[in-house]
């Protein structure tokens, strides 16, 4: 199983990004995944998630900015990030879980910057 993360970038503050996260190894549909970010200095923040039917579940600092969803027929997940602010500047990593043995793997993250 590999998790590859693209899409992050600079962006001015009020920008918007949108990352992808592609799941190879043929778990993707069976597992939730979700986006967790860390910014210098500070601890991995879960910022989204997805399960399996679609429920999502967002850190409040994102809600109503952040959308998270998934395409199963391409083994993908999408982070939708509109009106961005300068803290929303971190590394982002996509992560997920095998369904029965509960490995956890990680994408290599994506760096994400917004200019004030």
């Known amino acids: 199983v590999q998790l590859q993360a693209s899409g992050g970038g600079l962006v001015q503050a009020g920008g918007s990004l949108r990352l992808s996260c592609t799941v190879s190894?043929?778990?993707?549909?069976?597992?939730?995944l979700r986006w967790y970010r860390q910014a210098p200095g500070k601890q991995r923040e879960l910022v989204a998630s997805i399960s399996t039917s679609g429920s999502t579940n967002y850190v409040d600092s994102v809600k109503g900015r952040f959308t998270i969803s998934r395409d199963n027929a391409k083994a993908t997940a999408f982070l939708q990030m509109n009106s961005l602010k300068p803290e929303d500047t971190a590394v982002y990593y996509c992560?997920?879980?095998?369904?029965?043995?509960?490995?956890?793997?990680w994408g290599q993250g994506t760096q994400v910057t917004v200019s004030s």
């Open positions: 992560y997920t879980n095998h369904p029965i043995s509960r490995t956890d793997y």
């Open positions: 190894g043929g778990i993707f549909a069976f597992s939730a």
